[in-house]
């Protein structure tokens, strides 16, 4: 995980060009019994040169048979731009932090699996005159201690950046300034634990950032999960981000990882005994930028548990900036 924040930190220190957020949906097939399913992501990438690009992205590959995996994958492109740059065909390696929910056809206990795996992608873009392009993409995941998987994709995608001329690696504006200074949010929605089962319940977030460089900030937050059959939990979060700003400063976009300080009232039940413990943060987050002190915020967050208590939640609310 350290080397993986390292080269993205280094990547984000490189001049600025335009980027890139796509939705893709296809389908996937696994190496073992033919099983075929479902598979989307949402991706960002950014040009850091003519040929050269890098993407961050989230990836759900579906419900196999006895296998729910999704993760976070890293990957650098190189890519050719052909006729007059509307079409880009790219060839990315990198990495995918998975997550896997197994669910034993035997009916024995479900488990939450978590590893890192290699990634392979190829992609064709056509670029329009406006900022809308399409893409198609194929990637190969080795799963290492999991399963392989096959994913054929399409979708649509949006500049976030005017580009001056139609095509990628459009230079875009340079960022002088902190992404946020100082923002308090306030956040409400839904958690689903990833196993199988009632897990489902309102969840409420209060949340501090601060930036601390131009795409640098840390968080803190005292979270409430919800109380459902599956877990009853609530806790403190403190994460570090990395974010850019958009769409003339007016939206922001950004990954975090953290610790998660964390109580579990119905924890008693597992092999370890103990309801306080600590637990993994990784989410995704963007804002939309109200007035000068206002702004609407979505996260996100994916809670990695080491007792098969994994969680989904999702979550808006309105922030003020100072």
Known sequence: MRNILSIVFVLLALPAYAGEISLLGGYGWTDKLVEKTYAWQTQYMEGLGENIAYSLSYVNQGHFIEHHRDGYAANLWARTNLLDKRLSLGLGVGGLLYFDTIKPADGSPQHDYHGWGTMTNVAAT???DSRVFYQMQGYWVRGDKSFDTLTALAGI???LDAP????PD???PHQPEKTVDNEVTLMGGETVVNIAGPGKS????????RGI??????SAGALYEGKSDLIDRYGLTTQLWLA???????MSLGAGLGGYFAVDERRGGSSSGRNVFVSKIASI???LKLSEHYDLRATFDRIITTYDRDSDILMGGIGYRF
Do not use: I, N
């Open 126 to 128: 056509w670029y329009t």
């Open 157 to 159: 995608g949006y500049q």
């Open 164 to 167: 001056p001329v139609p095509g």
């Open 170 to 172: 459009v230079k875009g």
């Open 202 to 209: 309102a969840a409420v977030d209060l949340e501090y950032r």
């Open 213 to 218: 460089w131009r795409y640098l900030a840390v």
């Open 244 to 250: 850019k700003r958009f769409l003339d400063d007016d």
């Open 285 to 287: 987050s963007g804002s």
